[in-house]
């Protein structure tokens, strides 16, 4: 598809007691400006993660490759 990507960068947030953390989402795709977080186990609390990279002006799609393997290709549109 021609997407230009990165794999793991770290990105600096504030948690919810203002602490600073360094996280790694999965992907960045450098020319959308999105990250990608695949969600690989329904015991990871990713609305906590969301929440997170929401208030810190991230933009960030979810991945649950655990409830549908073949719904990922929806979010980019092939």
């Known amino acids: 598809m021609g997407i230009k990507w990165s794999y793991e960068p770290p990105v600096f ?7 600073p953390r360094v996280w790694a989402p ?3 795709l ?7 977080e695949v969600c690989g186990s329904k015991n990871f609390d990713y609305d906590y993660r969301r929440k997170i990279y929401d208030v ?3 933009r960030v799609i979810f991945l ?8 990922w290709k929806n979010h980019l549109g092939v």
Request: charged fraction near 35%; avoid cysteine.
């Open 30 to 36: 450098l020319h959308l400006g999105i990250y990608i």
């Open 26 to 28: 999965d992907f960045y």
């Open 13 to 19: 947030v504030w948690d919810e007691n203002k602490r």
């Open 64 to 71: 649950h490759i655990y409830k549908d393997r073949k719904k």
């Open 56 to 58: 810190n002006g991230y």
